[in-house]
């Protein structure tokens, strides 16, 4: 979709929804964030794309960036923070199907079966999060979102469940000052400066959060002390 019939999109709607949400989650959960060695992490920070996906109800077309697959979408979500976070650790093998092909060798090229008989008796470790943590996010809509919402989401696709309250968005403002919410900066039609910022280095794109030099174009999302930035479009 072009951006000016998303823009149009926009003018259409009276108003935008806000809400800020919980992510409850309900099965285990994990992402490939880092990796060390034969340990797999899930970082305590989620990346906003994958929740926009998730939101949305779309997987996205792979010969496409991930902005070009979210442009148009009605839902837009900021990065997630940890409320509550606990994780433990899965074992899993590296080459399930190792221990089978290596029975039966005639199967087995040159290269894959230096592979196997390298790799196949190491396992692999993979931090996930636990059920019953949860996370906060905000969220702006083109229309209203159900109280609860059940979405497929994380790197094994499993059910997680979100909650949304209703709270305040401010129109089109020049953001400054302090952003104490993790922010997208690709996200944003204008470009981020920050003078004092912590870098999230999460894959697809790295989160900030911290003090922006000047000013960019966005909306305001508040509840309670909680405040979020959200773009203006998307």
């Known amino acids: 979709m072009k951006r000016s019939e998303n823009t149009s999109k926009y003018k259409e709607v009276e108003s935008m929804h806000a809400y800020e949400a919980t992510l409850e989650v309900v099965n285990p959960l994990s992402f490939r ?46 990065p997630a923070v940890p409320i509550e976070i606990e994780y433990e650790f899965q074992t899993f093998h590296p080459f399930p199907e190792a221990p089978q ?72 403002e020049p953001i400054n000052g302090d952003l104490t919410h993790p922010v997208n900066p690709l996200d944003f039609s204008n470009k981020i400066q920050f003078t004092n910022a912590f870098e999230y280095s999460i894959p697809p794109s790295p989160l900030f959060e911290g003090t922006v030099s000047g000013s960019f174009i966005g909306r305001r999302i508040r509840r309670g002390s909680n405040e979020y930035v959200v773009p203006s479009e998307w």
């Open 33 to 78: 964030t880092n990796e060390y060695g034969n340990i797999i992490r899930t970082s305590r920070i989620l990346h906003n794309w994958a929740l926009r996906f998730a939101l949305n109800g779309i997987s996205g077309n792979p010969e496409k960036t991930h902005l070009e697959n979210l442009q148009g979408t009605p839902i837009y979500a900021t």
């Open 101 to 172: 092909l290596l029975k039966n060798p005639g199967q087995l090229t040159s290269g894959s079966r230096r592979t196997y008989q390298g790799d196949y008796t190491i396992l692999h470790f993979k931090e996930v999060i636990r059920p019953n943590s949860s996370f906060r996010f905000a969220v702006a809509s083109l229309h209203e979102l159900p109280q609860n919402l059940l979405i497929t989401y994380g790197g094994k696709r499993t059910l997680q469940k979100v909650i949304f309250q209703e709270c305040s968005i401010t129109e089109s």
